[in-house]
Nanobody, 127 residues
């Protein structure tokens, strides 16, 4: 059974930093390495949006508002995904979700293309 577990969320003041982690289980390290992985977020009353994704080749893509502030990385031997978030802003406040796409397709920021999801971790940034 595929499971994604996020951690690292919390409450910080504007300008602060957080590091989100996601650990995947239920498939082999090789299988994990073939997945496109991503972080998505959803604020109250808003649609879920893509924040950053990393494909099976290690290429990354970021949503425009987080470019230069967030850094995504993956550790395939550990079946893990990380999101370093710096210079946080109040508008970054949301529930953050880790997601995986096992299909052999290019990585995108579209939530609809990801078929495995974690339960989410809350990030709150105060001004």
């Amino acid at each position: 059974q595929v499971q994604l577990v996020e951690s690292g969320g919390g409450s910080v003041q504007a300008g602060g930093s957080l590091r989100l982690s996601c650990t995947a289980s239920g498939f082999s390290t090789y299988t994990y390495s073939t997945f496109n992985m991503g972080w998505f977020r959803q604020a109250p009353g808003k649609e879920r949006e893509g924040v950053a994704i990393i494909d099976r080749y290690g290429s990354t893509r970021y949503e425009d508002s987080v470019k230069g502030r967030f850094t995504l990385s993956r550790d395939n031997p550990k079946n893990s995904l990380y999101l370093q978030m710096n210079s946080l802003k109040p508008e970054d406040t949301a529930m953050y979700y880790c997601a995986a796409n096992g299909a052999w397709v290019p990585g995108t920021l579209r939530p609809s293309e990801y078929n495995y999801w974690g339960q989410g971790t809350q990030v709150t940034v105060s001004s």
